[in-house]
């Protein structure tokens, strides 16, 4: 039995990726701000990327029915976040990366200063683009998203996953599986757990399936982050859109540095077929997003 078809959720990302990059260019267009400050922001959110965190945001909404015109804007804030985390992850004082999605990083395509000034103009807009009366939900569900975003995005979330990985460095660190775990999910997971628990509120869903949503987000955090260690060992820099083979380099704290990468497969595996199990108890149609956890499981990019 197939497991999934690539091409068609090839199709279906750049469908998802075409309709929200029209979103996104419109609304920091509309911007009144310096023009080579929204030329940093188109910059670094429009061209490369699968858009997989609202990717996933989306087909978690439409599980329960809701439209593209409520979805598009926490889709839209995520984007902007996460490609917000990319720039900064990319400066010279942190991973000091020159290449992202297949382009050169913010900083070296204009400086320092306007990446982190275009990278800040990201994270804040985002939380704009969820106040927007446009955004039309509940005010009650639209306080707990906005509330949530700020939890997943600053010290309790992604920037605090930057932090503990960059502490992870020092060769006098003592990575244990405890806190190998608290970084990925910080770094990576909560973000799109954000994204998986954010589609069932806007579906009112109850409250035992939103708690499920998010573990399912966790989990598929994990496995994303998983098979992005595995992909900088065995990938190749033209697919990726990156540098690959540099975390050994930089003593990351990835599964594979913990044990190996046998291990890492492996693990992908048992996320995966959790991820599965959990997305069956889901009173819903998951079919796309069990098949979307397939091709997670065995990307090559």
Request: aromatic share 8%; glycine share 6%.
């Amino acid at each position: 039995m197939q497991l999934y078809n690539k091409k068609s959720i090839l199709i279906d990302l750049k469908k998802h990726k075409d309709f929200l990059d029209k979103n996104m260019k419109r609304y920091i267009k509309s911007l009144n701000a310096p023009k080579e400050i929204k030329d940093i922001m188109a910059y670094a959110v429009l061209g490369g990327g699968k858009r997989i965190r609202p990717f996933l945001l989306a087909e978690t909404a439409k599980l329960y029915g809701i439209s593209s015109e409520i979805y598009k804007y926490p889709c839209m804030a995520v984007e902007l976040a996460h490609s917000f985390s990319l720039v900064y992850d990319d400066l010279p004082c942190m991973d000091n990366d020159d290449l992202r999605r297949g382009k050169a990083a913010v900083h070296k395509a204009f400086n320092e200063a306007n990446a982190l000034l275009g990278g800040a103009s990201l994270l804040v807009y985002s939380y704009k683009l969820l106040s927007l009366n446009s955004f039309k939900i509940d005010l009650e569900d639209k306080l707990k998203v906005i509330s949530f975003f700020s939890d997943v995005t600053g010290a309790e979330g992604v920037l605090a996953g930057q932090y503990l990985d960059l502490l992870a460095e020092d060769e006098k660190f003592r990575l244990t599986l405890n806190n190998f775990k608290e970084i990925q999910k910080k770094k990576t997971s909560l973000l799109i757990a954000f994204c998986t628990l954010t589609g069932s509120i806007l579906g009112k869903a109850s409250e035992n399936e939103q708690n499920d949503m998010f573990e399912i987000g966790l989990l598929l955090g994990a496995l994303f982050q998983i098979q992005d260690d595995i992909l900088d060992q065995v990938g190749n820099q033209e697919e990726m859109g990156k540098k690959v083979r540099k975390d050994k380099d930089l003593n990351k704290a990835t599964i594979i540095r913990l044990k190996d990468i046998n291990y890492a497969k492996k693990e992908v595996t048992k996320v995966g077929l959790k991820i599965k199990s959990k997305l069956s108890s889901i009173n819903k149609n998951t079919e796309r997003l069990v098949m979307f956890t397939n091709f997670l499981m065995h990307r090559t990019s």
